[in-house]
């Protein structure tokens, strides 16, 4: 069976073959790239007969791609061309992304424009040094909330019962040898932060890299985005991080006003609306 985490609101009335329509694409990660039948029925739990008419119906519309002269599958580019819509229609990227370039080219480091979703951090943008290593967007990458500048940024000033429930529902996994893996560290370092302004990640989701991040807040203080500079742990020295800090928070003083467009913001308020309609 899967062991995918559900984001569906309880008791919520949906529609069970678009359900496992979706579960089916959401197989598909950067480490499973190309899957057989077989492998998603046995990952979900579906009879064959099935998620083979799943996927040819997937496949029919272009979410699918089976490819050619094999029994596997991978997305197809019809996502693709769903991400960049989504992209295009989110306004704060595109208001954001000077400000990014100008922490860039003082810093010559990598800069990362997040929110959070679903108890994870969601990538919107990234500006990159003329030369880096990788060449792939990361927009749409999700990573764990705790092990990242960014996630411990926003970690930091979430409310208790939300992150109980990040905690929860994905734990604190070891993703490094410097991972924040209990809880009681996890406190330690999230009123850390809380009291310097800024979250760091000491190589704490990849071996060799250092990053300092800051969290957006809206006017009642929650998080809904943050920004980071990510580099070497050569390049990213100890003596550097307060002016990249200072840095940081002079483009989030920026963004505050436009808070309530970043992704986590929105789904907050959907959150509230639905707890408002089953009070009522």
Not at 54 to 75: D, P
Not at 106 to 118: A, D, P, Q
Not at 202 to 208: I, N, P, Q, R, V
């Amino acid at each position: 069976m899967s062991t995918k985490k559900s984001a569906v609101p309880a008791g919520e009335k949906l529609v069970s073959s678009v359900n496992k329509a979706l579960s089916i694409l959401e197989c598909f990660t950067v480490t499973q790239r190309e899957l057989t039948l077989s492998q998603i029925s046995r990952q979900l739990g579906l009879p064959k007969s099935t998620a083979l008419n799943l996927i040819r119906t997937l496949e029919a519309n272009g979410y699918l791609l089976h490819l050619a002269n094999s029994q596997t599958y991978q997305l197809g580019y019809k996502v693709m061309g769903l991400s960049y819509n989504l992209r295009a229609s989110m306004p704060i990227i595109q208001y954001a992304t000077p400000f990014l370039e100008e922490l860039q080219v003082k810093t010559g480091e990598n800069i990362y424009l997040t929110s959070h979703v679903n108890g994870q951090v969601l990538y919107m943008e990234g500006v990159y040094p003329s030369i880096r290593i990788g060449n792939y967007s990361v927009a749409g990458k999700l990573l764990p909330l705790h092990c990242t500048g960014c996630g411990k940024a926003m970690m930091a000033y979430l409310p208790e019962e939300e992150l109980e429930e990040v905690i929860r529902q994905w734990g604190l996994p070891k993703i490094t040898q410097n991972t924040i893996s209990t809880r009681e560290h996890l406190e330690e370092e999230l009123a850390l932060t809380r009291k310097r302004g800024y979250a760091l990640d000491l190589e704490e989701e990849t071996l060799g890299v250092k990053c300092v991040a800051m969290p957006i807040r809206d006017s009642v203080g929650y998080p809904t985005g943050a920004i980071s500079i990510s580099g070497t742990v050569m390049s990213m020295r100890d003596e550097l991080i307060e002016d990249y800090a200072k840095m940081i928070s002079r483009v989030c003083s920026v963004l505050i006003a436009n808070a309530h467009q970043f992704p986590a913001a929105q789904l907050r308020q959907k959150r509230k609306e639905s707890q408002e309609i089953v009070g009522f």
